[in-house]
């Protein structure tokens, strides 16, 4: 079986002493997207209909 080697800062699980990740910040990232645009509205609509189906399976099975 082989195994997949990840790349970057995703696949960096080095932590500092104090337990924190320092290679994360609070600042967010500039992104270039068009909240207005109908695909953006489709795919989060799609997004969230996927993360109620989830979180309703997830009670289902807790119950």
Do not use: H, L, W
Request: proline share 3%; glycine share 6%.
């Amino acid at each position: 079986m082989s195994e997949r080697q990840g790349t970057g800062a995703a696949a960096d699980n080095s932590k500092t002493s104090g337990g924190k990740d320092e290679s994360k910040t609070d600042v967010p990232e500039d992104f270039d997207i068009d909240m207005d645009a109908p695909e953006t509205e489709k795919a989060a609509a799609i997004i969230q209909s996927q993360f109620r189906r989830f979180q309703k399976k997830k009670r289902d099975e807790k119950s």
